[in-house]
Nanobody, 125 residues
């Protein structure tokens, strides 16, 4: 059974940093496209960042570009999201997602096949 487990969320002041981790088990996702999404209260789940299977290409939503970095460690079957210069508007539950394909099909939740349970990130002003 495939399982994705996020960790690293918490409460941080504006301007601070957090690193989220997403550890996969039950299957190796070395060549799979991976992404991070987030969902704030009362809002739809939105795309944050993605990396394709060959690690060459990464994509970010405009609001986090230059502040967040997606990366992965194949040996640990883990994907990361380094978040710097955090803002109160970054407050949300963050989810990692993995696709069955190596290419990034899109930036909607429907483009990904496996999901973690989410980790809360709260940024205070």
């Amino acid at each position: 059974q495939v399982q994705l487990v996020e960790s690293g969320g918490g409460l941080v002041q504006a301007g601070g940093s957090l690193r989220l981790s997403c550890a996969a088990s039950g299957r190796t996702f070395t060549t799979s496209a991976k992404a991070w999404f987030r969902q704030a209260p009362g809002k739809e789940r939105e795309f944050v960042a993605a990396m394709n299977g060959n690690r060459v290409n990464t994509y970010y939503t405009d609001s986090v570009y230059g502040r967040f970095t997606i990366s992965r460690d194949n040996a640990k079957n883990t994907v990361y999201l380094q978040m710097n210069s955090l803002k109160p508007e970054d407050t949300a539950v963050y989810y990692c997602a993995v696709a069955s394909s190596s290419t990034i099909r899109g930036r909607t939740p429907e483009d990904y096949d496996y999901w973690g349970q989410g980790t809360q990130v709260t940024v205070s002003s």
